[in-house]
C-alpha cells in the first residue's frame, strides 16, 4: 500500500465510528442515508423526510449545489434548498447530508448541516478538501468513477491530514465498457477498503446502477460484503425528478429495500 496513507491506513481491529448528528456510522447498525437526488422544493423534501424517517432511514440526503455533466442540466436551489433540507430534516428529526462543491460554501454551512458530502467528481478538489480539513463536521467522499482504491485514501488523507479524521468513505461505482448500467457498483470495494483503512465505508447503488430497478439488489450485495451504510436515492415521484429520477425509487420500492435489505443486515450479525 502506498506508505502515503498514514493517518487513515487501518490501525485497530475496530471500524471508527463517525457521527452524523446522533447517527453513528460504523457499529453494528447499518445505516440509510435517504432523499431526492435533489432539493426541488419545500414540499418535495418535507414530504420524502417524512416517508423515509418512518420507514428506516437514519439520515436526510439532498443536493443544493449539483455538478452536472451538461451545464444545461438543472444545476439545483443553492442556498435556498439548504433551508429546505435543514428545516425538514428538523421536522423528521433526522440530519442531514448535503453536497459542497466549493471551498467557500463550507465554512457559510459549518454550523448548519449535519455532515459534508464530496461528489465523485470533486474527489480530487484539494483546495474543498483542505478547507474540509479544517472543521470537525463529518465528511462523506466519494469514490470517483476513475479513481484507484489507493488514490481514493489519498484523497481522504487530505482531509485528515489538515486535521478532521471523520471521513466516511462512499463507494459509487465504476466506470466500466457496460453500457446498460451508468457505472460498475465495485463490491470489491468494500472489503478491499476496509482491510486497508478503519474509516467506515458505505456504499452508494443509486449512482452506481443509473437505474432504480437494481438498487435494492445491489443494497443488498453491499450489506453482504461488509457496508457501514446505504445512501440512496428516493423520489415520490421519480417520473418526475429534476435530477437523477432514472435510478430514484418510489416510497414502495424504498419500503421494499429497507425489508429486504434489514434480513440480510441480521444475517451477517448486523441490525438495519
Ligand atoms: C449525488 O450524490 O447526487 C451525486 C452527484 O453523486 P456522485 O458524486 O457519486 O455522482
Ligand atoms: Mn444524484
Known sequence: ???????????????????????????????????????????QVNSIADFVKENGATALRGGAWKPRTSPYSFRGLGEEGVDYLIKAGLDAGLPIVTEVTRPELVNKLEGRIDCFQVGAKNMQNFDLLEELGKIDKPVLLKKSQYATYEEFLLAAEYIANAGNENIILCERGTRTAENLIRSTFDVSAIPVLKSMTDLPVIADPSHAAGRSDIVKDLSKAAIA???????????????????????????????????????????????L
Open 1 to 43: 500500500m502506498n506508505s502515503d496513507i498514514k493517518r487513515l491506513s487501518r490501525k485497530s481491529k475496530a471500524t471508527r465510528k463517525v457521527n452524523i448528528g446522533s447517527t453513528v456510522i460504523g457499529g453494528d447498525k447499518v445505516v440509510v442515508i435517504a432523499g431526492p437526488c435533489t432539493i426541488e422544493s419545500e414540499k
Open 225 to 271: 460484503a461488509g457496508a457501514d451504510g446505504l445512501l440512496i436515492e428516493v423520489h415520490e415521484t421519480p417520473e418526475e425528478a429534476l435530477c437523477d429520477g432514472e435510478q430514484s425509487i418510489d416510497f414502495n420500492e424504498f419500503k421494499g429495500l429497507i425489508d429486504e435489505s434489514r434480513i440480510i443486515a441480521e444475517a451477517v450479525g448486523r441490525s
